[in-house]
């Protein structure tokens, strides 16, 4: 079946560390975005790839890196000067022209 | 800048009373409206799309409808596996989506 896979779904992060959630979907969407989640709250978009090798910044991107250099694959990377990372992180995908996006399962953070 | 407000922030409801959750925006070149179903710790489950005003869409115990500043979802005889947060958000004419805050739903039985 089509989908988008994130991993790992728990994940655990020392303070001053760099660590990588990953997203793979085989929807073959061009389109690929990560969003953060705070209790209570509801999605900001931190970074949006909608061709390989390219992306762009959303609302929240200080702190946080990306890669598209595959179709399928949209890697998130949270660094040290990410000061409050600890949150519920959502991929999503959605082709060019479909109505709405197709979210993965999400991973949390934690800093330990 | 699109913006989308969901209220109640919470709502608690006997099962089987019927109420409404409310989605108010404002967008720039409305492509969509979007509800979602989130379960505590996964990732929000597509529900509907409404693309004009006027339009209602519905399914099993939901009815999302739309005007053109803001979006009603329905819920009619609700049971306690309704209990979940309903996100709305809104599609512009970049194709970038705009989330609500969502409201929790808690059905008790």
């Known amino acids: 079946d089509g989908g988008i896979t994130q991993s790992p779904k728990y994940l655990f992060r020392k303070e001053g560390q760099n660590v990588t959630l990953s997203c793979e979907q085989n929807l073959n969407h061009d389109a690929m975005y990560w969003y953060r989640q705070d209790p209570g709250q509801g999605l900001r978009l931190i970074y949006y790839?909608?061709?390989?090798?390219?992306?762009q910044k959303g609302d929240i991107a200080e702190g946080y890196s990306v890669s598209r250099e595959k179709k399928e694959s949209f890697p998130l990377t949270v660094t040290s000067a990410q000061k409050n990372p600890t949150a519920f992180y959502l991929c999503?995908?959605?082709?060019?022209?479909?109505?709405?996006?197709?979210f993965g399962s999400g991973t949390r953070l934690t800093v330990v | 800048e699109d913006q989308v407000t969901q209220s109640p922030e919470a709502l608690r409801l006997q099962e089987g009373e019927s109420s409404s959750l409310n989605c108010s925006y404002t967008?720039?070149?409305?492509?969509?409206l979007f509800w979602y179903r989130q379960d505590p710790g996964k990732g929000p489950e597509f529900l509907f799309t409404?693309?004009?005003a006027g339009e209602e869409k519905e399914k099993e115990r939901l009815k999302a409808t739309l005007t053109k500043k803001e979006s009603f979802l329905h819920i009619t005889a609700p049971k306690p596996e309704d209990s979940a947060t309903y996100l709305c958000?809104?599609?512009?004419?970049?194709?970038?989506?705009?989330f609500g805050g969502g409201t929790r739903l808690m059905v008790k039985p």
């Open positions: 999503a995908s959605s082709t060019t022209y479909q109505q709405g996006y197709t």
């Open positions: 967008v720039s070149g409305l492509r969509g």
């Open positions: 958000a809104v599609l512009n004419a970049g194709n970038m989506l705009t």
């Open positions: 790839s909608q061709i390989v090798n390219d992306f």
């Open positions: 409404l693309y004009s």
